[in-house]
T-cell receptor, first 108, second 114 residues
Framework: QKEVEQNSGPLSVPEGAIASLNCTYSDRGSQSFFWYRQYSGKSPELIMFIYSNGDKEDGRFTAQLNKASQYVSLLIRDSQPSDSATYLCAVNDDKIIFGKGTRLHILP | DTGVSQDPRHKITKRGQNVTFRCDPISEHNRLYWYRQTLGQGPEFLTYFQNEAQLEKSRLLSDRFSAERPKGSFSTLEIQRTEQGDSAMYLC????????????FGPGTRLTVT
């Protein structure tokens, strides 16, 4: 059974600081990795995807992938109160296998 | 393109009743997925379709659950003889291509079984 592990949090970060979210995955053969943001009562929203080792940047978001360590992370720069949400790490295995999510709270 | 849509958004039903949910994917997306999410958990895979073919079903999908995508466009998920444990958010997602492509979610249908 393939698994994705995340710290459930909550992770509290001051406004304007960098939020760092991490996850690990069990299947060394996994190829595609995603970060979804989910506000309370809403559906997941895709914010980043990464397929290759290294960093991928999109605006204030940077996804990092280390396949040797089976580790994926998401950095959010200049954190805003609107970034307060649950962040779901996911691995694509035809269907998506999600972690339980990390709750992020940006402190004004 | 209006994104993935789901209907209804909310459903309250009594234990033992049957319910049916509908999902309309993004046009030209040939893959359609169903997930279930309960409070404090990530979404859990239920089943998916490539066009009209149902390619995989999770062991979470008991024989009370059935899904169809008859013309390769919209899909329905039916739950027969609902139980209180079926209360959850049912999410539909679509994807433009084969394995590995990103998936886009609809707003979900929240089911409450009383």
């Amino acid at each position: 059974q393939k698994e994705v592990e995340q710290n459930s949090g909550p992770l509290s970060v001051p406004e304007g600081a960098i939020a760092s979210l991490n996850c690990t995955y069990s299947d060394r053969g996994s190829q595609s990795f995603f970060w979804y943001r989910q506000y309370s009562g809403k559906s997941p929203e895709l914010i980043m995807f990464i397929y290759s080792n290294g960093d991928k940047e999109d605006g204030r978001f940077t996804a990092q992938l280390n396949k040797a360590s089976q580790y994926v992370s998401l950095l959010i720069r200049d954190s805003q109160p609107s970034d307060s949400a649950t962040y779901l790490c996911a691995v694509n295995d035809d269907k998506i296998i999600f972690g339980k999510g990390t709750r992020l709270h940006i402190l004004p | 393109d209006t994104g993935v849509s789901q209907d209804p958004r909310h459903k309250i039903t009594k234990r033992g009743q049957n319910v049916t949910f509908r999902c309309d994917p993004i046009s030209e997306h040939n893959r359609l997925y169903w997930y279930r999410q309960t409070l404090g958990q990530g979404p859990e895979f239920l089943t998916y379709f490539q066009n009209e073919a149902q390619l995989e079903k999770s062991r979470l999908l008991s024989d009370r659950f059935s899904a169809e995508r008859p013309k390769g466009s919209f899909s329905t998920l039916e739950i027969q003889r609902t139980e209180q444990g079926d209360s959850a958010m049912y999410l539909c997602a679509s994807s433009p291509g084969l394995a590995g492509y990103e998936q886009y979610f609809g707003p979900g249908t929240r089911l409450t079984v009383t």
